[in-house]
């Protein structure tokens, strides 16, 4: 079953960070990271520069590709042989990268944090998702700028809170 996103019409070009799988393309080994070697997604050079920690002068104009593995250090490297960009060179913790840590963003424009979802019952959590959802539709986010995968973060959450209740709803079936 393929997931596809629902992320309100008005949320642009950008697209939700779905959880990977079937259906992938198939990578060359440019769209490879080259410390964990797994396929890179597409992002834009101003994403990169907006959250880059350092000088600007090492951005090249080439085509930069995010690195979502979770144990992998790399956040942004290039298509061909060029600059890459780790989580020591980032101004965010990045979610991919640090799912675990409470004080990271699964929402960058908004800032909502994988503490306050964890914290959450599941009427605040789905609260989360309306405020998101909200901005959005205000034209009030920025994701392509602010988040680091350079994409809209709703499927991010949407699958965070999945993750969460998946315990409990797993608990509940087997108490019935």
Known sequence: MTETCS??????SLVCELPSGAGERP???????????QPGKPVQG???????????RSVTEVAYLFCRT??????????????????TDIREWVYQKEPE???????YCFRHTVGELHAASPVAAASVVTDITAGIQAGQCACDLRNPQGSC???NVRAHIKQL???HDHQANQQV
């Open 46 to 56: 101003q994403t990169v520069k907006a959250l880059l920690a350092v000088s600007l």
């Open 70 to 87: 979770r144990g992998c250090p790399v956040v942004y490297f290039a298509s061909d042989v060029g600059p890459t960009y780790t989580t």
């Open 165 to 167: 209740r998946e315990p």
């Open 7 to 12: 992320c309100p019409p008005n949320a642009g």
């Open 101 to 107: 840590r409470d004080e990271v963003c699964v929402c």
């Open 27 to 37: 990578t060359s080994s440019t769209d490879a990271c080259p410390t964990c070697q």
């Open 153 to 155: 973060c709703l499927g």
